[in-house]
Nanobody, 118 residues
Framework: QVQLVESGGGLVQAGESLRLSCAAT????????MGWYRQAPGKQRELVAS???????TYADSVKGRFTISRDNAKNTVSLQMNSLKPEDTGVYYC????????????WGQGTQVTVSL
């Protein structure tokens, strides 16, 4: 099992910044991806950004140029720096870790609320 603990959500105004952090503990395989997803009210959960241990990064088109994902492999942490936030960035942000080698598994954090007001 893997446990993911998120921090850093909150309420900000449009144009401001937030930084989300996630720490993973437990049975983490040597090959994995870590990332962030979000879910707005009434919408499906969507990928925001992911980063493999080999430094392959994927961003949603809507956040390119504004958000930056980073990870510390030694500490099993992943962070998301969110700049120039927009009201459409509002949602619950979930940390994700996917083991790509034994022990296989796909894990989620409890979620942290990000609210961006006008």
């Amino acid at each position: 099992q893997v446990q993911l603990v998120e921090s850093g959500g909150g309420l900000v105004q449009a144009g401001e910044s937030l930084r989300l952090s996630c720490a993973a503990t437990g049975s983490i395989s040597s090959i994995n991806t870590m990332g962030w997803y979000r879910q707005a009210p009434g919408k499906q959960r969507e990928l925001v950004a992911s980063l493999s241990g080999g430094s392959t990064i994927t961003y949603a088109d809507s956040v390119k140029g504004r958000f930056t994902i980073s990870r510390d492999n030694a500490k099993n942490t992943v962070s998301l720096q969110m700049n120039s936030l927009k009201p459409e960035d509002t949602g619950v942000y979930y940390c994700n870790l996917r083991n790509l080698r034994v022990p296989w598994g796909n894990y989620w954090g409890q979620g942290t609320q990000v609210t961006v007001s006008l």
